[in-house]
T-cell receptor, first 111, second 112 residues
Framework: DAGVIQSPRHEVTEMGQEVTLRCKPI?????LFWYRQTMMRGLELLIY????????DSGMPEDRFSAKMPNASFSTLKIQPSEPRDSAVYFC?????????FGPGTRLTVL | RKEVEQDPGPFNVPEGATVAFNCTYS??????FFWYRQDCRKEPKLLMS???SGNEDGRFTAQLNRASQYISLLIRDSKLSDSATYLC?????????????FGKGTKLSVIP
């Protein structure tokens, strides 16, 4: 059974460009989480969905960040415009009960 | 005070040694506790849940002290493959029990 799938795995872009990160959760999981991980701050929750509905987006750093979940098998995290301080690893995770299963992450570098 | 605090390490221990990590959390209403493991440049993966009575999984033992709000992880007979970062995780009560807060992790290096 496939785990959480994220794409792209690596993204290098220039400041000001739009970045879209994609996630496919594990089939049947009803929760989806977006995290950001940096050395300084560790793993931070950005937003999470339950049954495709955003529940808490208080972790989204600012209006440049947006996330959508149009259906149970797909979610996107968009940064527009991107800035160098957005450089981090972005993880998507899904869960059915208490255990969260993480995708391999997208390593984003904004020059 | 940070929500979940851990000693970042690194802990450098020889193979076969016993090593223990502690973690403190700030929200006394938290109900669920976990240890996750993260290998270098990989995603976090659940190592074990932590139950009130303490629990063991092979060489790993987890303990919870609600009064002092700390969680511990003990690894016996360390293996080279145990080298990783160990993340202490607690749920955020009231926000939905599935919302988790992660510590920054404790790095363990097991040396031959």
């Amino acid at each position: 059974d496939a785990g959480v799938i994220q794409s792209p795995r690596h993204e290098v872009t220039e400041m000001g460009q739009e970045v879209t990160l994609r996630c496919k959760p594990i089939s049947g999981h009803d929760y989806l989480f977006w995290y950001r991980q940096t050395m300084m701050r560790g793993l931070e929750l950005l937003i999470y969905f339950n049954n495709n509905v955003p529940i808490d987006d208080s972790g989204m750093p600012e209006d440049r960040f947006s996330a959508k979940m149009p259906n149970a098998s797909f979610s996107t995290l968009k940064i527009q415009p991107s800035e160098p301080r957005d450089s981090a690893v972005y993880f998507c995770a899904s869960s059915l009960n208490n255990e969260q299963f993480f995708g391999p992450g997208t390593r984003l570098t904004v020059l | 005070r940070k929500e979940v605090e851990q000693d970042p390490g690194p802990f450098n221990v020889p193979e076969g040694a016993t090593v223990a990590f502690n973690c403190t959390y700030s929200n006394s209403a938290s109900q669920s506790f976990f240890w996750y493991r993260q290998d270098c440049r990989k995603e976090p993966k659940l190592l074990m849940s932590v139950y009130s009575s303490g629990n063991e999984d092979g060489r790993f033992t987890a303990q919870l002290n609600r009064a002092s709000q700390y969680i511990s992880l003990l690894i016996r007979d360390s293996k080279l493959s145990d080298s990783a970062t160990y993340l202490c995780v607690v749920n955020n009560p009231g926000a939905g029990s599935y919302q988790l807060t992660f510590g920054k992790g404790t790095k363990l290096s097991v040396i031959p």
